[in-house]
């Protein structure tokens, strides 16, 4: 089972079949729940509401499992999972930006039934959620499926809203000093922001994985040809590409190497930080563009 994002969708990215979406998340087509859940929770299991987003018109597209630790207490069907669905008649993509709707789920009763607006960009195969305002949440309920069918509406009602958000971002020009700046916040996401003035830098007991100035240099610098320009949506989709996939350098701090080992940040392979990485990325990049 794959971890990587790339490999979570299918090569023409299309609609993912049954039997490549139990490959890649098996958890989708859970029967149960985790055992220490009482009756009164009400399962709503992931493969039950797949014909309701089919039935407005929205297939899957990707799909989403962590592996499970050694010595898990949560068997492998109960773990945090994410699909993303597209509408058949967007499956060629609209100006290689392609609206989705994400759906967050697990059986073990740890969260409740997520939807979120999303996009995908072809050119470089980027997924992106939008910010906490394009979330809705339902929870696990004898009722939940017409509650979920309701959520739906309203994330299908938002869509155009957020495909209005992402031209404003490819409308705005920003400068080299907000590139950077949407650099600096976008990684301090997901990893501690190195400080040379810290006393622990210098006694050399710093310890855990920081970024610096490399590392920011890193993500806002240009990786393909198609993303040689300044606009807000393709800077925010070239930082957002190397902090989930983790293509830039970042430092480890052990007892082994107190001074800090360069390193290559490793992909974000947990479900739950992935969407939680993408949504604050998302908000960053609308914060410096509507400042632009």
Known sequence: MANDIIFSRAGNDGEL??????QLAPSVFATDHRDTLTQRYAQLNTASLMPVMRDYGYVPVQ??????????????????????FAHVD???????VRGEILLYNSHDGSSAIKLMAGAYRFVCSNGIIAGEGSTNTVRHSANGVAGFEQMLRNVIESMPKMMERIELLRSTQVTVDQTIEMAKRSAAVRWNMLNPDDAALKTCTLRGIYADDRT???????????????????????????VVRGKCDVRSFTERSP?????????????TEGVRVNRELWDIAEEVALAA
């Open 17 to 22: 079949s049954n039997e490549r979406i139990m």
């Open 63 to 84: 799909a989403q499992q962590r592996r499970l630790r050694a010595g898990s207490a949560v068997r492998l069907e109960h773990k945090h999972h994410l699909l993303a």
């Open 90 to 96: 967007d499956l060629e993509g609209n100006d290689g």
């Open 216 to 242: 920011t240099g890193m993500l806002s610098s240009t990786r393909r040809r198609e993303d040689n320009l300044n606009d807000a949506w393709t800077v925010f989709n070239r930082i957002q590409e190397g």
């Open 259 to 271: 001074h800090g080992a360069l390193r290559k940040a490793r992909p974000i392979s947990s479900v």
